[in-house]
Nanobody, 126 residues
Framework: QLVESGGGLVQAGGSLRLSCAASEGSFRRYAMGWFRQPPGKEREFVAASNWNTRTTYYSESVKGRFTISRDNANSAVYLQMNNLKAEDTADYYC?????????????????????WGQGTQVTVSS
């Protein structure tokens, strides 16, 4: 089970840090990703990391502003979001891909993530 937190309302240019807590220690072995779904739009990839953050990917729209990190000792994943823009407004979800534990492999495809949190809402006012 994955539980996100840290969403809220922030002004453009501000920052938020999203957290994702995993209920089981097994998640520390998996690639983890963040996805988002803007209002009225499809879910889209935001960022992902392999199990030890040696491999990370970001969407072009967030590259340089968002940072994914992990605390495997506590089975947690974070998304630091800086310089937020109105277009970052969305429901944010963390997800786990169990297919390649302890590997450098990371997928940007939502279809590869089997475990999902319930989401946390981020609203950026302009």
């Amino acid at each position: 089970q994955l539980v996100e937190s840290g969403g809220g309302l922030v002004q453009a240019g501000g920052s938020l840090r999203l957290s994702c807590a995993a209920s089981e220690g097994s998640f520390r072995r998996y690639a983890m990703g963040w996805f988002r779904q803007p209002p009225g739009k499809e879910r889209e990839f935001v960022a992902a990391s392999n199990w030890n953050t040696r491999t990370t990917y970001y969407s072009e729209s967030v590259k340089g502003r968002f940072t994914i990190s992990r605390d495997n000792a506590n089975s947690a994943v974070y998304l630091q979001m800086n310089n937020l823009k109105a277009e970052d407004t969305a429901d944010y979800y963390c997800a786990a891909d169990p297919r390649h534990p302890y590997s450098d492999y990371v997928s940007m495809g939502a279809e590869h993530y089997d475990y999902w949190g319930q989401g946390t809402q981020v609203t950026v006012s302009s």
